[in-house]
């Protein structure tokens, strides 16, 4: 049984850089052939994929958000790491991450995080 945890700050200020950790247990990232990503849900709207990281560790960002997007993972803590930088109350939701390649569309997802709110406010 796989399992995703999502941690992150709760809050974080407009201009600084959200962090969230997905914590993978019962299998590893790494495997073949698996794709893990980052989803976001803002309040009242729908689900807008973020990026991923591959198990062969490449990544892959949605165009809206490249250039302020980073994925990276840490093996040794089976953790996937997403870090959006120059926040603004726009990027305020619920972030999930989930193991699926978007290609195939985000309901093929075979399993999904909890989700951990993100509000960004001064």
């Known amino acids: 049984q796989v399992q995703l945890q999502e941690s992150g700050p709760g809050l974080v200020k407009p201009s600084q850089t959200l962090s969230v950790t997905c914590t993978v247990s019962?299998?590893?990232?790494?495997?073949?052939?698996?794709?893990w990503s980052w989803i976001r849900q803002p309040p009242g709207k729908g689900l807008e994929w973020i990026g991923y990281?591959?198990?062969?560790?490449?990544?892959y960002y949605s165009p809206s958000l490249k250039s302020r997007t980073s994925i990276s993972w840490d093996t040794s803590k089976n953790q996937v790491i997403l870090q959006l930088r120059s926040v603004t109350p726009e990027d305020t939701g619920v972030y999930y991450c989930?193991?699926?390649?978007?290609?195939?569309?985000?309901?093929?997802?075979?399993?999904w995080g909890q989700g951990t709110q993100v509000t960004v406010s001064s």
């Open positions: 989930a193991r699926v390649d978007p290609h195939y569309g985000l309901g093929s997802a075979d399993y």
């Open positions: 019962g299998g590893s990232i790494t495997a073949n052939y698996y794709y």
């Open positions: 990281i591959a198990y062969h560790g490449s990544t």
